[in-house]
């Protein structure tokens, strides 16, 4: 509010007072005490509070990220239940990415309903690669995910990668 506003004849502390078409004195005595004690608040509100607070949309918060569950010690049970924590938000989002791009690529199948397939291919690419890098991460894991499985799953794969190839093309065969 602008300080020229605050000096208008109808305001009583910032808080606007309301034009009475006069039917009885006990209704302007209760409005006049209700600008009186609910002025200030307003006035703190709207002067100090205000311009003071940050805007920001709740939903954009960026958490700090914390140390994954390999960078924790052994004992550190408040480390691990953290990494956890981190990993359940991480296991949200990606789902969420990945509900939101499957709907993108119903909408557009229905939308270019007879040539579906062939004008919506990026999406459906976009879609099947996001869905591939779900249940590499997260698959087989079950319901009760824990940073220490999902961190060994990555592990063993990893390993399995630097030996036989990418998973899926078989194993390599011995050259003796």
């Not at 609910?38 to 990220?65: F, S």
């Amino acid at each position: 509010m602008s300080s020229d506003s605050d000096t208008m004849p109808g305001r009583i502390f910032g808080y606007e007072k309301q034009v009475h078409t006069g039917r009885n004195s006990i209704e302007d005595f209760l409005e006049v005490l209700k600008g009186v004690f609910l002025g200030p608040a307003i006035w703190v509100r709207e002067t100090i509070v205000k311009p003071n607070q940050q805007d920001y949309n709740y939903y954009h918060e960026q958490l700090r990220r914390v140390p994954t569950v390999d960078q924790c010690y052994d004992d550190d049970r408040l480390c691990k239940w953290e990494a956890n924590q981190q990993l359940i938000r991480d296991k949200l989002v990606d789902s969420n990415i990945l509900s939101i791009l499957r709907q993108r690529y119903e909408d557009c199948r229905i939308y270019e309903s007879p040539d579906g397939m062939r004008k919506c291919k990026p999406l459906a690419d976009i879609y099947q690669e996001a869905e591939e890098n779900y249940s590499i991460k997260y698959g087989d894991l079950g319901v009760a995910v824990t940073a220490e499985r999902c961190y060994a799953k990555q592990l063993n794969r990893m390993l399995w990668e630097r030996r036989h190839g990418p998973v899926g093309t078989g194993m390599k065969k011995d050259s003796l």
